[in-house]
């Protein structure tokens, strides 16, 4: 039986920005699986009997980016159950990562050859916006770093180690860029034309 090789998209953009959002949409139009690194490690943060909980609940609450080796085998295991689950699909959206060097090190050594990455989406939103966004969310999300002072090491942890691979990828020609400032439905309005041109 042949397998397809997972197609990727990274998505990427400062906290807050409306990856979650904009990929649930994606995934509404489009053949897309949306897969957040986020989600999968406050996921692995719960499970019991996960030997990573802790080191996961401090980096998450702290602002900082997990080890590589375990957000890349949450990912590679989230893959692999959907081409299994079914053949057809092979297209992924990868939400919040790569966020680092080390990030894009070890997807490198894990996953080069094994799948493509086609793009990077990125949402491109002020950081003042980005803030006032995740602080309206944590009235109600109970998510740990919903609050100003995480906030803020999420914003100084995007602008140090995130945003140089945002720029590696423009270098790249691999980054589109959609204006994340403007309503839902004014930011998908630009999502889907890039994604008619792309596929
Ligand atoms: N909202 C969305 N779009 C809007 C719009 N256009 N206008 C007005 N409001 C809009 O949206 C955030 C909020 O804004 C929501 O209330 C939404 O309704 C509203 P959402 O779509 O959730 O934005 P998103 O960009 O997904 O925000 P999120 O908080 O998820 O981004 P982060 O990148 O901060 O969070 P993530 O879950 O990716 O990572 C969390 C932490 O996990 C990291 O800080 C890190 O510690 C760790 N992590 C790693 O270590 N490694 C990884 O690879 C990934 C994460
Ligand atoms: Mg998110």
Redesign the pocket.
């Known amino acids: 039986r042949v397998s397809m090789k997972p197609q990727v998209v990274f998505v990427l ?10 990929c649930t949409k994606i995934v509404e139009t489009y053949g897309y699986t949306h897969l ?4 999968l ?2 996921a692995e943060r719960c499970r019991e009997g996960s030997a990573d909980g802790q080191l996961i609940d401090s ?2 609450k702290e ?4 080890p590589v080796e375990i ?1 890349i085998n949450l990912l590679r295991k989230a893959m692999e159950e959907t081409m299994q689950a079914d053949e057809g699909k092979c297209r992924f959206l990868i ?5 680092n060097q080390d ?1 894009l090190q070890g997807w490198a050594a894990v996953m080069d050859g094994k799948a493509d990455v086609r793009f990077v989406l990125f ?1 491109n939103c002020s950081n003042q916006v980005c803030v006032e ?2 602080l ?2 944590g009235k109600s ?1 109970g ?1 740990t ?2 609050n100003r002072e995480s906030l803020e090491k ?1 914003i100084q ?1 995007y602008l140090q180690s995130t945003t140089p691979i945002i720029q590696l990828y423009e270098q790249q020609g691999k980054l589109r860029t959609v204006d ?1 400032s ?3 439905e004014e ?1 998908f309005a630009d999502v889907k034309n890039l994604l008619d041109r792309e596929s």
């Open positions: 953009g400062g906290p807050g920005a409306g990856k979650g959002t904009q957040s690194a986020g989600d490690l406050r980096y998450i602002g900082k980016i997990v957000t939400d919040g990562f790569p966020r990030n949402f966004r995740c309206e969310r999300s998510r770093d919903d999420r942890t994340a403007r309503s839902v930011v």
